[in-house]
């Protein structure tokens, strides 16, 4: 589902509007609601050629337009808050899988987007890390007052960080409802 709301794969069967722009096969449409979404893949999907703050600066001054300099600080300020300032130079090869995570977050918020996809988020994490990073991206979503859509396999955790959980199985709703309604 995370995959078709950012068009990465076609859906087969109904409509996705978001913000009001019905996704298509029509690039323009799907560029336009590219540029409002941002999303944390379950592998990190950082350019292992570039360094963090590369990482986190592309999209800004690229496809945002931001100078340089103001991406930069931005970048510097998100990986304090995400608490890896000191990984800045480094390169994704050089990180633990917890700090690639944080900073796929930190690319992510970043762009200021308006929706944030989150793909399995955890799954390569320990518990410990998995807490920390679920509650960054909580946090993230609720200070940029963006939508979130998460894909979580643990109930635990939709249970503890979700304000509504829709369970899909084989493309099907079957539940929708808030997280104290869901049933082991």
């Not at 999303?39 to 350019?47: E, G, P, T, Y």
């Amino acid at each position: 589902m995370i995959r078709c709301i950012n068009r990465l794969e076609k859906h087969q069967e109904g409509t996705i509007i978001i913000d009001g722009t019905e996704l298509t096969d029509d690039m323009r449409k799907t560029e336009k609601v590219r540029r409002s979404v941002g999303m944390v893949f379950q592998s990190f999907n950082l350019f292992p050629h570039l360094s963090v703050i590369e990482n986190l600066t592309m999209a800004p001054v690229y496809v945002h337009g931001i100078p340089e300099d103001e991406a930069d600080r931005r970048a510097l300020e998100l990986l304090e808050r995400v608490k890896i300032p000191e990984q800045a130079w480094k390169y994704p090869g050089q990180l633990s899988g917890g700090e690639q995570q944080r900073v796929a977050v930190a690319r992510v918020v970043s762009q200021q987007p308006s929706i944030i996809l989150a793909d399995e988020p955890v799954s390569s994490l320990d518990p410990a890390w998995a807490e920390d990073v679920l509650k960054l991206i909580t946090n993230v979503q609720s200070q940029h007052d963006a939508t979130l859509v998460m894909s979580l396999h643990q109930p635990q955790w939709a249970r503890r960080f979700a304000q509504r959980i829709v369970a899909l199985r084989d493309g099907r709703l079957i539940f929708d409802g808030p997280p104290a309604a869901l049933s082991d």
